[in-house]
């Protein structure tokens, strides 16, 4: 991770949703750097390793903690990195309110109240999407309404983080909106693309042959926004920031980079119309209130592989000083080696 305009490391980073995709690699990298990590999560297992790794964990659902078990964690904390989050295209409606905006307030509250002088909160390109072609988005867009009850709750935590900075004036707030992150431990993006190709015996059918042009961001490079999200001397608080590799390129490459090149896996791209895959899914989604599974495909996960969407990275770039530190290219290696590892 780069020391341009860095201070001296905190003494203790809390990370939030330390046993998903994102959590567990910003965990990594801090202890490799030397910062004493608290973290939390909801996975007891991987939080034994976190453990064994050098981080201090504490198994916690942040949408179930109390006053006092949110005291306790913040105790001694300097920055909190906030990568907890309900992120999923489908679920009851209480559940993201729950996870995104409820969890979100208490841990603001009790992290301004306990002394943190940093809040990254880690939010999502989500809050963009509308069913449209969308070329550079900058950070002030907002749709006329927001496609589902994830996309809605994250823009209302948001708001509260927003709220915060007038409330704590000495804990300095940054939002980070990551595109598509991909990488070790990713449980969205690459898992989910994986299960169809295996159950399509490397057959995927794609709306438009995966010709959309859309960011990923490799995981790393999100932690690297992060640290600088942290480190940088002369952010305002209450700044946000567009996340990427700053590298558009279409969901066909994509694949075809990881699973073929990469991997040695078969891939034979179908391509299907866009109304009857929307048929579909919004059969599916009916279907799944009955059943209480998540669909295989919703419409909201059909539109994000369905629609060009590519964001503007000049604010990143220029204020928080954040350059991709790994190419797509070498993200993909790097996690096609820990799919062959890992299985």
Not at 22 to 51: I, M, Y
Request: glycine share 8%; charged share 20%; aromatic share 6%.
């Amino acid at each position: 991770m780069s020391d341009a305009n860095a201070a001296a490391p905190p003494p203790r980073i809390l990370v939030t949703g330390a046993t998903g995709g994102l959590g567990r690699n910003a965990v990594r990298l801090l202890l490799a750097r030397g910062v004493a990590v608290r973290a939390s999560g909801r996975n007891a297992g991987v939080g034994r390793e976190l453990a064994r790794q050098g981080a201090q964990f504490v198994a916690l659902d942040l949408a179930l903690a109390t006053p006092a078990q949110l005291a306790e964690l913040l105790a001694g904390v300097d920055a909190v990195w906030h990568c907890a989050a309900l992120s999923s295209p489908w679920g009851p409606a209480a559940d993201f309110v729950a996870a995104n905006v409820d969890a979100t307030r208490a841990l603001l509250a009790a992290a301004g109240q306990g002394g943190a002088r940093h809040f990254v909160h880690i939010s999502t390109p989500a809050i963009y999407f509308d069913y449209r072609d969308r070329a550079d988005v900058p950070e002030s867009f907002r749709p006329a309404r927001y496609v589902n009850d994830y996309a809605r709750t994250k823009a209302a935590a948001e708001a509260l983080v927003q709220a915060a900075v007038a409330r704590f004036p000495a804990m300095r707030c940054v939002i980070l909106r990551p595109r598509a992150i991909f990488g070790p431990h990713d449980q969205v993006l690459i898992p989910r693309l994986d299960r169809l190709l295996r159950r399509g015996a490397g057959r995927l059918a794609l709306p438009r042959g995966g010709a959309v042009t859309l960011d990923v961001t490799y995981v790393d490079n999100v932690v690297e926004a992060m640290w600088l999200a942290t480190s940088h001397a002369a952010l305002a608080s209450g700044s946000a920031f567009n996340i990427t590799n700053h590298e558009p390129a279409t969901l066909r490459d994509v694949l075809q980079r990881l699973f073929v090149d990469a991997l040695g896996r078969p891939l034979r791209i179908v391509a299907l119309p866009y109304p009857l895959l929307a048929g579909v899914a919004r059969a599916l989604q009916v279907a799944a209130r009955f059943s209480g599974k998540e669909p295989a495909l919703t419409p909201y996960s059909l539109g994000a592989i369905s629609y060009n969407m590519t964001l503007d990275n000049m604010h990143a770039r220029e204020v928080l000083g954040y350059l991709p530190a790994v190419s797509l290219a070498e993200g993909i290696a790097r996690t096609a080696a820990w799919m062959r590892q890992h299985g």
